[in-house]
């Protein structure tokens, strides 16, 4: 990335800058800290409320555009903008950190073959993509796969550091911080060499094979998680980092007692989140035996686990429960919560989302929104859990910008309602 700004770029940037930097500082934003460290510590107050613009900003503010000519500048732009529309125009829990978090240049290979999927035409907007398995049979092909390599370029990453710092000149800090992944789950990625319809049949026709894929990214996951930690590039996300499927890491359990700042972060020190969507369609036992052991082999390397996202994990949950650093549960819109509360108890944060049609088709149905998150809240009361609900998977809101809004604000009302605070 060329890292210049124009006299054009500037003023925009600063501007922002400041304004995000006096809502890291406010007094609302500290109290939004504090409740998500009580909602860590399973002492929540209250429920934390918020919500993600998957279709982008242009859902709540129409006409949104950005400003900035450089490309740096308006990936820049664009984050600060995301961070006052949540608190200025949403109004929801989403926290602010008084930091530019910029995230090594890292360099990771394919797996010698690389992923290739079809789409079924580029409109520029998420859309429907086939996966084209590049695996054809796992019983002749799996010798084509290679473990990953890893690389980072540092003196470029310390460049743009020492850039943004004189640049912000301390109204905003710099960090190196973000690692490179989304999820440490291993079924996307078999999805992505196998094929889904493979992976199930697998099961089946071909478990030893299967059995041996799953080992082999596992063990490719556990090499980046070392490879990063023994080059000293793991960061902490025990902020207001982006965790799990829709949370926050701000956690006093992380880092370990025994981690000095300044000295490398350890995988023993960091959340991961680890999910398995794709086998939505793979029965307990099957799970217990072909996911489980080798995403657990990961989650116990971890200091803290997020399990989860969009995949009802109560028919797991016997199997899940087990897993090592657990702490987190994504409750997702086809997940039995009842069951899923009874179960938690105060021992896990219960991470629910909301169906996103609420928000999102042809009538707004207040009374439908309210009996929904009423339902959610009696539950995780009665049974001593700590509460965060994430309104997620939002791509239209039927051209209705304040929808977003409006439910925060019905959360808000039934939270207070049902905990005395909102």
């Given amino acids: 990335m060329d890292w210049k700004i124009t006299e054009h770029d500037r003023p925009i940037l600063l501007a922002l800058a400041h304004r995000v930097r006096a809502l890291a500082d406010s007094p609302r934003n500290q109290e939004i800290v504090r409740q998500w460290h009580l909602y860590d510590a399973g002492k929540a107050e209250r429920p934390l409320i918020q919500t993600e613009l998957d279709?982008?900003?242009?859902?709540v503010v129409p006409g949104f555009r950005l400003h900035c000519e450089e490309n740096w500048a308006q990936k820049q732009e664009a984050s600060f903008l995301y961070t006052l529309i949540h608190a200025d125009t949403i109004q929801d829990d989403c926290p602010v950190d008084p930091f530019v978090n910029l995230p090594w240049q890292f360099s990771i290979s394919d797996y010698g073959i690389p992923f290739h999927s079809t789409k079924p035409e580029d409109t520029g907007v998420r859309g429907?993509?086939?996966?084209?398995?590049?695996i054809a049979d796992l019983s002749k092909d799996f010798h084509k796969l290679t473990p990953r390599t890893f690389g980072v370029n540092r003196e470029a990453s310390l460049a743009a550091k020492a850039f943004l710092?004189?640049?912000y000149g301390g109204v905003l800090g710099v960090r190196l911080r973000g690692n490179p992944w989304w999820t440490l789950g291993l079924t996307q990625t078999a999805v992505k060499l196998i094929g889904l319809e493979s992976l199930m049949v697998s099961l089946y026709d071909q478990p030893e094979n299967l059995h041996r894929l799953m080992s082999f990214l596992r063990d490719d996951h556990l090499a980046l998680l070392q490879w990063?930690?023994?080059?000293?590039?793991?960061n902490l996300n025990n902020e207001g980092d982006y965790i799990g499927s829709g949370s926050r890491g701000y956690t006093r359990a992380l880092p370990q007692a025994d981690w000095t700042p300044g000295s490398p972060v350890r995988q023993r020190d960091i959340w991961g989140l680890i999910e398995?969507?794709?086998?939505?369609?793979v029965g307990p036992d099957q799970y217990a035996e072909f996911i489980f052991p080798y995403e657990n082999a990961i989650a116990q390397q971890l200091g803290r686990v997020y399990y989860g996202c969009c995949e009802p994990v109560n028919t797991r949950w016997h199997v899940l429960r087990q897993m090592a650093n657990l702490k987190r549960v994504s409750i997702s819109p086809w997940c039995d919560q009842e069951f899923m509360a009874r179960e938690m108890g105060g021992h896990y944060?219960?991470?629910r989302k909301p169906n996103p049609s609420m928000v999102s088709t042809t009538i707004f149905d207040e009374r439908l929104i309210r009996n929904d998150l009423t339902?959610?809240?009696r539950l995780v009361k009665e049974h001593g859990c700590s509460l965060e609900i994430a309104m997620k998977d939002v791509h239209t809101l039927n051209g209705e910008p304040d929808r977003l809004t409006r439910w925060v604000r019905i959360a808000r009302e039934t939270?207070?309602?049902?905990f005395g605070a909102g």
């Fill in 55 to 59: 279709g982008g900003p242009q859902l």
């Fill in 128 to 134: 429907a993509v086939h996966i084209d398995a590049v």
């Fill in 165 to 167: 710092e004189d640049f």
């Fill in 228 to 234: 990063l930690e023994q080059e000293g590039l793991l």
């Fill in 276 to 281: 398995s969507q794709e086998t939505v369609g």
């Fill in 349 to 351: 944060g219960f991470s």
């Fill in 375 to 377: 339902t959610t809240m």
């Fill in 415 to 418: 939270s207070a309602e049902i």
